[in-house]
């Protein structure tokens, strides 16, 4: 009975061994994927991070023009301060020429 006890020990000993050393070949291979995948999506976050922060300061640039702006800008100072610049100082001449956007048709000016 103690012989029998003793192989059933070292056969389940073997088949846990066996077990785990397929999962830790199998988590290596996932972790050396993953760290691809992170390692690119890190690199595209750098490119596109100059944009967003572009974007930002021409928003920051569009609310000295228009005030109106600003509560939904504000709205994402708290959330991504990182982004946000000091604001950009006007210019004598507006960026866009002042049109009226309802002016009737067929009358022009």
Request: glycine fraction near 2%; aromatic fraction near 8%.
């Amino acid at each position: 009975m103690l012989h029998a006890t003793l192989v059933a020990l070292v056969v389940l000993t073997l088949g846990l061994t066996l077990v785990l050393g397929k999962q830790m070949r199998t988590i290596r291979y996932e972790v050396v994927d993953k760290r691809r995948l992170v390692q690119r999506v890190d690199q595209e976050f750098k490119i596109k991070e100059a944009r967003m922060k572009a974007f930002i300061s021409m928003l920051q640039a569009y609310t000295l023009t228009n005030q109106d702006f600003q509560p939904i800008l504000n709205r994402y100072r708290l959330v991504v301060p990182q982004y946000f610049t000091d604001p950009v100082a006007l210019t004598a001449q507006p960026l866009i020429s002042p049109t009226t956007t309802n002016a009737p048709r067929g009358k022009a000016r």
